[in-house]
């Protein structure tokens, strides 16, 4: 099946310093990449679309300036928590559509869990 | 509103069966998929439905009706390893994936 790679796996940082986060899709091009926050426990939240070449849309209630995303080809994007903060600490989940094979399935990246001290 | 509903709990038995039932109420329909995810990794894709029947794959498969807003999947000869979150997601009229909260599958030796 379709692979999707996200680095780092961890990640501790300082609060206040920003960390960035790569999605990339090893062998498929996604126009569309979907970023995920979980909380332990708790299902998946949608954060955000990222659609390469333009603005990503963020789902209501999520900072656009603290969580900068960007789509700079169809095979990564990048997610930047900027000043992060304790209550930023989670499990961020990237995920690629592929709309190969006549249906679109979204693959997920095995996740980058964020601890800010 | 929008709306997944699966159970949130289930235990069975090593080597049996179990079925993982999933309704939804959503604006459109473009397909359900099911995920497995373990503890503290991210969901893997298991099986895609968009027209009404069983899909077998192995030890799993998965049945929809789309007029009763109903999915299953089904678990056959349960191994320990499948002891994991089973969910249950949704794709609208807008392409977005509506997630249920998933299932914590136990299984029992």
């Known amino acids: 099946g379709a692979v999707v790679s996200q680095h780092p796996s961890r990640v501790i940082c300082k609060s206040g310093t920003s960390v960035k986060i790569e999605c990339r899709s090893l062998d498929f091009q996604a126009t569309t990449m979907f970023w995920y926050r979980q909380f332990p426990k708790k299902s998946l939240m949608l954060m955000a679309t990222s659609n390469e070449g333009s603005k990503a849309t963020y789902e209501q209630g999520v900072e656009k300036d603290k969580f900068l995303i960007n789509h700079a080809s169809l095979t990564l994007s990048t997610l930047t928590v900027t000043s992060a903060h304790p209550e930023d600490s989670s499990f961020y989940i990237c995920?690629?559509?592929?709309?190969?094979?006549?249906?679109?399935?979204?693959?997920f990246g095995p996740g980058t869990r964020l601890l800010v001290l | 509103g929008q709306n997944i509903d699966q159970p949130t709990e289930m235990t069975a038995t090593e080597g049996a069966i179990v079925q993982i039932n999933c309704t939804y109420q959503t604006s459109g329909f473009n397909g359900l998929f099911w995920y497995q995810q373990h503890a503290g990794e991210a969901p893997t894709f298991l099986s895609y439905n968009v027209l009404d029947g069983l899909e077998e794959k192995g030890r799993f498969s998965s049945f929809l009706s789309r007029s009763k807003g109903y999915s299953y999947l089904l678990l056959k000869e349960l191994q320990m390893k499948d002891s994991a979150s089973y969910l249950c997601?949704?794709?609208?009229?807008?392409?977005?994936?509506?997630w249920g909260a998933g299932t914590k599958l136990i299984i029992k030796p």
């Open positions: 995920s690629a559509r592929d709309g190969a094979g006549g249906h679109e399935t979204q693959y």
């Open positions: 997601a949704v794709t609208d009229s807008n392409y977005q994936l509506i």
